[in-house]
């Protein structure tokens, strides 16, 4: 499944903590995104999936170990961190749209502010990633006049008219109606397909089965355990591993 890009960024994270006050959040990740892999995360809640997500750009700040992002050393002091946050766009729980701007302005704002685009060629990568993710004809309207999983659909084409080699996912589909779930993982699925390597932190373990080369399963602030998706969902062999997915895939089980 794995489609390699000489263009794409990796991660290679090594000795990762991180912690909040004396909350230890992150107890020494290591992991690997390979060029054009799709690596999914999963676990509880609290596990410390969406931080491992937040040291890669550094929006949280690792107080030990390294993180290699497409060829930057984020760890680094003397990192071009605007040069390093270019190659990765992310995508979160909320889709923190412009809301006085329109869907097109929504993606091109940054091309120009960032990148320096001038807003014709802007205007057009927007409607090229506005048509990848099916919202061609879209441009004109505003975040309030788009339901849930269009205002997501929305957010990836403006993360990727940045030209990211690397996007990140934060429970993209957590705060949709289950109705509007489904039409932002098909955007994803395509975006796997077509080689984006991808770090995505879901619950949604029928899509990181689908789609993902690996699956890495946290508790704790640790990796428990990683491999293939089918190994890791299908016959997961850490007892820690095997209660979680029995309680999210079957969750009107009960124990008597």
């Given amino acids: 499944m794995t489609h390699p890009n000489p263009h794409a960024g990796g991660v290679t994270i090594t000795g990762l903590h991180k912690s909040f006050g004396r909350n230890e959040v992150l107890k020494g990740i290591n992991l690997s995104v390979a060029p054009g892999e799709v690596v999914c995360l999963v676990g509880p809640?609290?596990?410390?999936?969406?931080?491992?997500?937040?040291?890669?750009?550094?929006?949280?700040?690792?107080?030990?170990?390294?993180?290699?992002?497409?060829?930057?050393?984020a760890t680094d002091p003397e990192v071009d961190l605007n040069a390093m946050r270019r190659s990765v766009g992310m995508v979160f729980q909320q889709f923190n749209l412009f809301p006085h701007l329109s869907v097109l302005e929504n993606c091109t704002v940054a091309q120009t502010k960032v990148l320096g685009r001038a807003k014709a060629t802007a205007a057009d990568v927007a409607r090229e990633n506005l048509r990848r993710v099916g919202l061609e004809g879209f441009e004109d309207r505003?975040?309030?006049?788009?339901?849930?999983?269009?205002?997501?659909?929305?957010?990836?084409?403006?993360?990727?008219?940045?030209?990211?080699?690397?996007?990140?996912?934060?429970?993209?589909?957590?705060?949709l109606d289950p109705e509007t779930v489904g039409e932002v993982l098909s955007v994803m699925r395509g975006l796997a397909d077509a080689g984006m390597t991808m770090l995505v932190v879901t619950h949604e373990m029928a899509f990181a089965r689908e789609v993902a080369d690996r699956v890495v399963f946290m508790d704790g602030g640790v990796?428990?355990?990683?491999?293939?998706?089918?190994?890791?969902?299908?016959?997961?062999?850490?007892?820690?591993?095997?209660?979680?997915?029995r309680r999210v895939l079957n969750p009107t089980h009960v124990e008597l």
Avoid: W
């Fill in 45 to 73: 809640s609290g596990s410390g999936k969406s931080t491992v997500l937040r040291c890669v750009n550094l929006l949280e700040t690792p107080n030990a170990g390294t993180v290699r992002v497409s060829g930057f050393d």
């Fill in 142 to 175: 505003y975040p309030d006049q788009l339901s849930g999983g269009q205002q997501q659909r929305v957010a990836i084409a403006r993360a990727l008219s940045m030209d990211p080699q690397l996007m990140l996912f934060d429970e993209p589909t957590s705060a």
């Fill in 223 to 245: 990796v428990v355990e990683e491999g293939p998706a089918e190994q890791v969902i299908g016959s997961p062999t850490q007892p820690r591993t095997q209660d979680f997915l």
